[in-house]
């Protein structure tokens, strides 16, 4: 293999790292950077990781019921995580609420660690095929990796987590590419279990989406501030998306 997926995989690592560092630096107002990402993950999911898989589908002649079946099984995993095990009842005088467990941000940050290293397999198995489909794979997923980063950075926050945790984990997501590109000099996975995956993914980044992240937004901020970030969110994708398939 050329040195080109490792140089593309760098750019990942500074391009995530970069969105969860200005994140980190504006947790002040993480309330509108959990709308942000509210709009990020959903987008991400309807205009990019879906259609690929549909596309991957088509090509395998995969039945299309059976991806949505992998959709609903990404969200129903995250929904009994999230609800039965990171989410506890804690009494306020004669009231109850719910108060998330700070590994709730640990499981949805490592939900997107799993999207990034896709990705990074996603970079070297393009170049495998043609080099200009590895550019053209490389600078798509760059291009939204800088909202990986605001996103995983906003979900940690969401649960409560320490600044150094939250770093952390953001390091993780970050290196996670890099670590998706060196696993291909060793193994080629079927594309098959490609599709399937990501399904999963669409399913698991709906749910932290619209059922986590935009609650917590609605929580922290006036209703016309989670509208105008999350909506900035959703366009910016739909923008990335358009722009690289034309």
């Known amino acids: 293999m050329d040195y080109y997926p490792f140089v593309f995989g760098a750019v990942t690592f500074f391009s995530t790292l970069s969105g969860g560092l200005a994140a980190v630096k504006y947790r002040n107002q993480y309330g509108a950077s959990s709308a942000l990402a509210a709009g990020v993950l959903i987008a991400i999911s309807l205009f990019d990781l879906l259609p690929e ?11 299309i019921q059976n991806l949505m079946y992998a959709v609903g099984g990404g969200f129903v995993f995250l929904f009994v995580l999230e609800r039965y095990f990171t989410v506890h009842r804690v009494r306020e ?6 108060m998330r467990h700070h590994r709730a941000g640990w499981i949805g940050a490592a939900e997107i660690s799993i999207h990034s290293f896709v990705e990074g397999v996603a970079i070297g198995l393009s170049f495998h095929v043609d080099f200009h489909v590895g550019i053209l794979v490389a600078v798509a997923i760059i291009a939204h990796d800088f909202c990986d980063g605001i996103s995983a950075v906003s979900l940690m926050l969401n649960s409560r987590n320490t600044t150094r945790a939250t770093l952390g984990m953001l390091l993780l997501v970050a290196m996670t590419p890099i670590l998706g590109v060196t696993s291909t000099l060793f193994f080629t996975l079927p594309q098959i279990y490609l599709v399937y995956l990501t399904s999963f993914l669409v ?26 970030f999350s909506l900035l969110g959703f366009l910016l994708i739909f923008g990335m998306v358009r722009i690289i398939n034309i």
């Open 203 to 228: 399913g698991g980044f709906i749910f932290l989406g619209a059922a986590d992240c935009l609650p917590e937004a609605f929580e922290k901020n006036p209703p016309w501030v989670t509208a105008v």
């Open 53 to 63: 898989s549909l596309r991957l589908a088509s090509s395998l002649t995969l039945p």
């Open 93 to 98: 005088g004669d009231n109850f609420r719910n």
